[in-house]
């Protein structure tokens, strides 16, 4: 069974086949089974992950830091790296050559779009991509699959619609690029006419085929989809008019999550702001607390362990 | 011997008697063995613990994780949470539900009363109060009462007193209600008029029946009590004008000091700043660096194994 | 064989000896072995080291961290300590006498020079300084020495060559006294006028009667080095009109680079910001990317471990 992740980036999922996925989350699901009866082991010991997080995100960093010692590695946590070397002027190759000498592994988040590709170029050991400006967010994308794939088993067939600010949220780039592997899957965007979905991940979408939709309103559609993904306004990405003028475009509530098939899941990668009323999080559709956040541990340890360990 | 803590909130400690006090003593000081002899062991391997820290609070947070990873336990260390997701107007509930998917348990410090409570409502692990504004220091509380069970033995028929900014000291509130589990206890209050003890407090002790007086100067007190427990006044919880009225209303130097009896102790919860001079620390009753806060280490190490593991 | 790091404080270098030293390094080479091997293993298991940072600084802190749980042991985090319990008024002794109740050890960096020493004072555990404003790097310098020393074998008849901001840079201090102990070194500092080697370490090496220079140009000194020592200049430590006077007085390019000998290192403890032009990296002098950095988690797991155990 190929290790494709084994000693490898992760900055982009574009180099990911059906295969190389089917492995991750079949040792996503094992993992799964040790959390639940133990915790985890301690086949990452000896290991060391560094998170260089230049942008704020606790969740994230939290993922990744549960996960790893989840294995039995260890951790540099760093946080808010605009607090160190950065401010001394360090490029980025620098900084990837610094750390890639400590750790084995680097977990790199950025505001701009390229950086961790950059960062990547330079460091001796495997970068993954926590998020990089407006560009992707691969592991986010890997969960969200590994839960659509955990209800629905064969990937093929669903219709998936994403609404919100589909022009600066990464984890829809990500998801999108992987539902492509997929032939007969639908997607339809639906976003405030300012913040489309980027031209790169249509150009994309295109070049593999895949039909999808772009629209402006959701309720007509809402009645056929099995994946509702809900995004939420990226305001750190965007002047404050623009943010006044779009927020609260979409608002899922109960009664327009009721109007969805029984058999269809809600998703939202948090933190949720009011896009999603709170009644909506004991609906039986809702999965983005009850299993999208635990699934990112359990896909996050999987490609711990997989890029560290050939096995 | 049952474990009244295992997988439940510590929030407040109200609901705890004196056998489970006992019990989680008894645990302590088995702990505290251990330590010495050999740093620690491995019985939390696998469980993480998340500290959420919405408020500074270097010495709590470096208690709790020195704690779990001494029993080989994992840590997500979030320090300044208002660097996080916070900052993107998530609220508490959600990211209760969120971290306690990640972690085994939430160790939680928030400048607001009832922030933490409000937490452990949604939280699916365990959530320990790590001081909620000017509510509750449940761990902090017991770590004194543990400093003054070693010394004394019996907690029945001592004299604690209180001096300081008792109106916005969380581990005064703790502590005293644990002392009131103790049928015999004399306690007094001695606050500038300003920031006498909360109404809250005093309604439950008067409830429990316990003895206790309040006063605004301590000196004839002192010669009688078998505690002395002196506060710092809560700067970031006042007003300016509040703070330069009651700094340094109370000063204990050694003259005062020594007036106590040979057999009393002197304790703090730290930081100091000019409440106690330097020359006090040598004194044999200052108990505040000497044993209070290793006991801090031990007694958390505690409540984490109790709250983790049934035996 | 003598481990005279045992239990000991490490706030400067001048108390060890060329024995100790050798004995450092032997460590720091086996420990190579094993983490090139298996990345680590456990023989600090139980032991938690704190890193106190009042200064930012990712890559020290990194490094320390990496060091501690390749060994097995346990870490307090704390990055930024002006977060902490610094604001609220307490003195470095007090946070000395906590922290070393709750640690095996604690590992420092203050902008003020003395700071760390002061804190050794009062910690009932060793203390590593991890810079102390314009004073010492002790594991900085002991991580160049060995580099040198990797390369050289035999640390006498050597020829080094600092340059750049000579007054404000701590290592140059660390390395330099750590240089004296081999009598027939040879050490050329090169600075501009404004920022010369300080003159406490002036001092130091005439007492030890070390053969040096010191000078405002490299270019003629530069063909008879062996080591070649590049420095930042330290801007946080400096007003900004010294700064910009003095920033870019040397930059060394490949051209100078290529004019040094064949067998020559050409070292930078790094941030470095425009001081060595990018095309030096790729030169086979080049060793500060390539070996010094990982040199440094080499020597401090050694240093961890020579403290914190005896054999």
């Known amino acids: 069974m190929k290790n494709s992740f ?17 492995i991750l989350f079949k040792r996503a699901s094992e993992i799964k089974k040790i959390v639940e009866l133990k915790g985890g082991d301690n ?14 995100s606790s969740r994230t960093f939290s993922s990744f830091v549960t996960a790893m010692q989840r294995l039995g590695g260890g951790i540099i946590p760093l946080f808010s790296m605009f607090n160190s070397s ?3 002027g360090e490029t980025l190759e620098d900084t990837a050559r610094v750390f890639s000498s400590y750790a084995d592994l680097l977990v790199v988040r950025h ?5 961790v590709r950059q960062m990547a170029r330079y460091s001796s050991v495997p970068v993954v991509n ?59 965007f639906v976003s405030p006419k300012e913040v489309p979905i980027q031209d790169g991940l249509k150009k994309y979408l295109v070049s593999k085929k895949v ?15 099995d994946v509702l993904y809900v995004t939420r306004v990226k305001k ?23 109007s969805m098939k029984n058999n269809s899941i809600i998703m ?13 999080d004991s609906n039986s559709r809702a999965v983005y607390f009850s299993q999208q956040v635990r699934n990112g541990m359990y896909v996050r340890m999987a490609i711990l362990d997989m890029i560290l360990r050939k096995n």
């Open 6 to 22: 084994y000693k490898k980036h992760l900055v982009d999922i574009t180099h990911l086949n059906i295969e190389d996925i089917r």
């Open 43 to 56: 086949r990452l010991q000896g290991k060391i992950m560094a998170t260089l997080f230049y942008e704020p």
């Open 86 to 88: 950065a401010v001394k």
């Open 111 to 115: 505001p701009e779009l390229g950086s």
């Open 130 to 188: 926590a998020g990089d400006g407006i560009g992707d967010h691969p592991t986010q994308g890997l969960t969200d699959l590994y839960t659509i794939q955990q209800k629905f088993g064969d990937l093929n067939k669903l219709h998936v619609l994403f609404i919100g600010d589909l022009g600066h949220y990464r984890p829809v780039n990500s998801l999108s690029k992987l539902l492509s592997l997929y032939p007969q899957i639908r997607i339809s």
């Open 211 to 225: 039909k999808f939709i772009e629209a402006n309103s959701f309720e007509n559609i809402l009645a056929n989809v």
């Open 236 to 258: 750190e990405y965007m002047t404050e008019s623009l943010y006044h003028k779009i927020k609260g475009s979409y608002v899922l509530t109960n009664i327009f999550a009721n």
């Open 268 to 280: 939202h990668c948090l933190p949720r702001i009011d896009e999603i009323s709170h009644d909506v």
